[in-house]
């Protein structure tokens, strides 16, 4: 098949990799090659990234910049406590897209029209991200405002590890990801959007010089609520379709697995609909609660059940989330 990929992030440049021997793929995407990017805290997981890289024949690992120990969390300095991490690292998220997308064709700079597309491609992906252009607006869409730098410490880095802080009211949190020596990621996300100020109270704190800065909303709507996945020609992957798991906001992982189901299901759309509601049907579980507690809504007594659910979810798949998961840090986050 002829096939468009517009946007190429980690969605859409995975895709190309994985789609690149069978099809004819085209890349297009809307930033200059130049300033091409992913705003993003780069945070993941090795063990998941190397099994997904694989499968393109990447070595995941000569991306990694920090390798993770501890992920200190501080609830707003009444109580801090640590988690012992297993796998969660940042990496260099534009050079593995870059390395994904070695060898296809990619267009720059440009928004292409759908019209245009349509004459020339058997198939549309909006991997757009956010955005999602090509597909019908989402009806009940759900997103948080986002901001973040980059920053360069000229002399000792403020924290030798990852820091997160959530907000009250877990409307959403701060964080402080690791570049190697003497750079981070600094950012937040809010649903009260204090993100800018939370994010500039640090950068008073600490200092460092700012290299770059970003911002833009992330979707917490998950897949059951970001119908269509496909129309006409179009198909869409990764968090155009609400891939991110919403207690952390984590997408990459999530967009990957979403790519692999629609290569698994290509040409048979309503197929790979059906695997994305099934595979994904836990985010609407987490979404729910994080909802509640955002809105003020939250009752303890009557959503243990749920948060013990999404407990075990997450105990199960511990090496997935790069963490030991306890219920008793669960109970911390959502007692705040
Ligand atoms: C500030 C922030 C920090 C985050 N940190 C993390 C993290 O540490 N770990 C994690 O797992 N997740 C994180 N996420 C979420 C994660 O980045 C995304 O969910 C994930 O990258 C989604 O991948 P995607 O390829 O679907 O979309 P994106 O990564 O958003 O890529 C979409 C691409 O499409 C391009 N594009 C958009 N519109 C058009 C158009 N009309 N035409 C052409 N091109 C277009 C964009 O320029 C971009 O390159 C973060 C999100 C934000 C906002």
Redo the contacts with the bound molecule.
Sequence with gaps: MKIAV?????????LLSRLKKDHEVIG????TQEN??????????KSSMSELCSKSDIDFEKHIIHDGKNLYIDMNNQQRFDIKLKGLC?YD?IGL?NDMAKGCKIHYD???KLEDMEKEFDLIID????????LPKIKKDFFLP???YKILFENEVPLDDFYVKPFPGMTGYF?Y?PLGKNMA?I?A?DYKKQHVQQTNEFLKKYGGKILKT??????LATPDLCEPFYHGKVVG????IG???PL?????????V??DLFVKNIGNNEQYRKDVLKYFSVYAKVLHFIKTKMKGEFSAMKQLGELFKIYRYMKKNEERFGMEIHMRDLMKVAKA
């Design positions: 517009v946007g190429i992030g980690v969605a859409g440049s995975y297009y995407e809307r930033m091409h990017d992913s705003i993003c805290a780069w945070g993941t997981i940042t998220k897209i440009v928004e292409p991997a757009t991200g956010f955005y999602r252009p090509y986002t901001y973040q964080w990801f990621h950012g996300g970003v911002g833009r909303p992330i979707r992957v990764g968090e155009s891939t991110v798991y952390l906001g984590e997408g990459i992982i999530p967009s990957m979403c790519a």
